[in-house]
């Protein structure tokens, strides 16, 4: 299984990103996916997750409100969209697939994940 990230960038305080993780093998038609990023200097934390079929959805305090997550089970996609950027939000994001069809809020409840993707928000 193989996760691929893709949409991050540099953008302005205030300003959105959208990023997308595809999943080889149909993954994300039957795994609960989530997000996860790590500042520099800083471990990796939680951002959001979001179940099998998309009908329980988690975020993290410090996103919630600006972050969404999605998902196209029939692309095997799975989504996030950054709105009202800060600073504090560059970060790596990662994307990652759970052998399971409820949502965790670990990382170590994930078995899959992708390479990253670098975002960046200036000031």
């Known amino acids: 299984v193989q996760l691929v990230e893709s949409g991050g960038g540099l953008v302005r305080t205030g300003g959105s990103l959208g990023l997308s993780c595809v999943g080889s093998g149909g993954i994300f038609s039957i795994a609960a996916a989530g997000w996860f990023r790590q500042a520099p200097g800083k471990e990796r934390e939680f951002v959001g997750a979001?179940?099998?079929?998309?009908?329980?959805?988690y975020y993290a305090e410090s996103v919630k409100g600006r972050f969404t997550i999605s998902r196209d089970n029939a692309k095997s996609t799975v989504y996030l969209q950054m709105n009202s950027l800060k600073p504090e939000d560059t970060a790596v994001y990662y994307c990652?697939?759970?052998?399971?069809?409820?949502?965790?809020?670990?990382?170590?409840?994930?078995?899959?994940w992708g390479q990253g993707t670098l975002v960046t928000v200036s000031s």
């Open positions: 990652a697939g759970r052998r399971a069809s409820n949502l965790g809020v670990e990382s170590k409840a994930y078995n899959y």
């Open positions: 979001i179940d099998w079929n998309g009908r329980s959805i």
